[in-house]
């Protein structure tokens, strides 16, 4: 199993670009969730996925959108990239269960320019 | 107030010491308390699962003290793999199981 992988690794964008990052899971998990990282403010959840065709705001949507038309892919999108959004993105997975864990992928690191 | 709280360190130990971590959580409703491990530049990943009863892993110790909402994480006979930042994360219940991540304590352990 490859667990939770993401695409790309690394991207540059400039200002006002868009892009689309992509999250796969081979586990079977019905719960995703894509979350960014910043220096000294831990872990924020942008948007999490119930289930297939389902998706729902977290803490700091503004400016992102996602899309969950397959229960293994999840997808992030940045319709017009700011340098506020120059973070490490991580998506991860889980089971439909109370004291489930989430597993994550490598990340992406994104730098708006 | 933060959601989850911890001291970011750094925690400078040596080889074989034993060092301890807290956290507090400020929603008394939270149901479910995790450590995560990350690496430098990597991914978090599962350390272990924190009950109320307490519970170990090796040489890992977790505790949880609902009444004071305070989490803790004690390391052992420290190695130098276990150098890390150690996030605090709690379940808040509901739907999709959302976690709260604190910021993390940074470990390095050496010679």
């Known amino acids: 199993n490859a667990g939770v992988t993401q695409t790309p690794k690394f991207r540059v964008l400039k200002t006002g670009q868009s892009m689309t990052l992509l999250c796969a899971q081979d586990?079977?998990?019905?719960?995703m969730y894509w979350y960014r990282q910043d220096p000294g403010m831990g872990l924020r959840l942008i948007h999490y996925?119930?289930?297939?065709?389902?998706?729902a705001k977290g803490e700091v949507p503004d400016g992102y959108n996602v899309s969950r038309l397959k229960k293994q892919n999840f997808l992030l999108g940045l319709e017009s990239a700011a340098p506020s959004q120059t973070s490490v993105y991580f998506c991860a997975s889980s089971y439909r269960a109370p004291r489930n864990e989430q597993f994550f992928g490598p990340g992406t690191r994104l730098t708006v320019l | 107030r933060k959601e989850v709280e911890q001291d970011p360190g750094p925690f400078n130990v040596p080889e074989g010491a034993t060092v301890a971590f807290n956290c507090t959580y400020s929603?008394?409703?939270?149901?479910?308390f995790f450590w995560y491990r990350q690496d430098c530049r990597k991914e978090p990943k599962l350390l272990m699962s924190v009950y109320s009863s307490g519970n170990e892993d090796g040489r890992f110790t977790a505790q949880l003290n609902r009444a004071s909402q305070y989490i803790s994480l004690l390391i052992r006979d420290s190695k130098l793999s276990d150098s890390a930042t150690y996030l605090c994360?709690?379940?808040?219940?509901?739907?999709?199981?959302?976690?709260?991540f604190g910021t993390g304590t940074r470990l390095q352990v050496t010679l």
């Open positions: 994360v709690v379940n808040e219940g509901g739907t999709a199981s959302k976690l709260t």
């Open positions: 586990m079977n998990h019905e719960y």
């Open positions: 929603n008394s409703a939270s149901q479910s």
């Open positions: 996925s119930v289930g297939e065709g389902t998706t």
